[in-house]
């Protein structure tokens, strides 16, 4: 099983509606993040979260929010969903003063 | 925020060496990470190498920092077709809120 697991894989849904992506870790990691990967642009950061109850906005968090229900699962949600959120969606976890960031599959999300 | 540069793609022949650049814009990064990405899959953690180092190996990889430039390489020897992939240079500019750059395809050909 994948330390890392984001559900769901592939999720396709209209403008205007609300999704949400998961994301759990079975690491024992404090630290979670969440990643949007555009073609030609790499990774930028949505949201990260160092335990549950310390949240903070990354570079580009307008349009998404996040809850951390527990140490092990961090979610993001898109309230209403546009055209330009589409985009490969990566959650990653770290360890408390490690280097190291793991990372899970990804949800590839298109809005239409 | 930063911006972290990486040329787009590079092509080379199976056997020969890769050498992969980037810049980076944050005097005070702590550490600085290259990550590979196959197709389908998420970013997996290559190599890493501490801001006070200059250059760091791993096997087949080469990592050298030069502090005063900004600029970071990553060289794989023998480049096998296996090693096909986008790599990402990362900056982490704290708190492990890594600043990524747009990626290097690497297209091995036999």
């Known amino acids: 099983d994948a330390d890392v697991t984001q559900t769901p894989r592939n999720r396709i849904t209209k403008t205007g509606k609300r999704i949400m992506l998961e994301c759990s870790q079975t690491k024992g990691h404090d630290r979670m993040y969440w990643y949007r990967q555009d073609p030609g642009l790499g990774l930028r950061l949505i949201y990260y979260s160092f335990d549950v109850k310390d949240i903070n906005k990354g570079e580009i968090s307008d349009g998404y929010s996040v809850s951390r229900q527990a140490q092990a699962k961090f979610s993001l949600s898109l309230e209403s969903a546009i055209p330009n959120q589409t985009a490969l969606y990566f959650c990653?976890?770290?360890?408390?003063?490690?280097?190291?960031?793991?990372f899970g599959s990804g949800t590839q999300l298109s809005v239409l | 925020g930063e911006d972290v540069e990486q040329s787009l793609f590079l092509s080379v022949r199976e056997g020969d060496s890769s050498v992969i650049n980037c810049t980076y814009t944050d005097s005070s990064s702590t550490y600085l990470y290259w990550y590979k990405q196959e197709p389908g899959a998420g970013l997996q953690l290559l190599t890493y190498?501490?801001?006070?180092?200059d250059m760091k190996q791993d096997q087949r990889l080469t990592v050298l920092l030069n502090k005063k430039d900004k600029h970071l390489s990553l060289r794989i020897a023998d480049t096998q077709t296996g090693d096909s992939a986008i790599y990402f240079c990362?900056?982490?500019?704290?708190?492990?809120?890594?600043?990524f750059g747009s990626g290097t395809r690497l297209q091995v050909q036999p």
């Open positions: 990362a900056e982490d500019t704290g708190r492990r809120a890594l600043t």
């Open positions: 990653a976890t770290g360890d408390r003063g490690g280097e190291k960031l793991f």
């Open positions: 190498i501490f801001s006070n180092m």
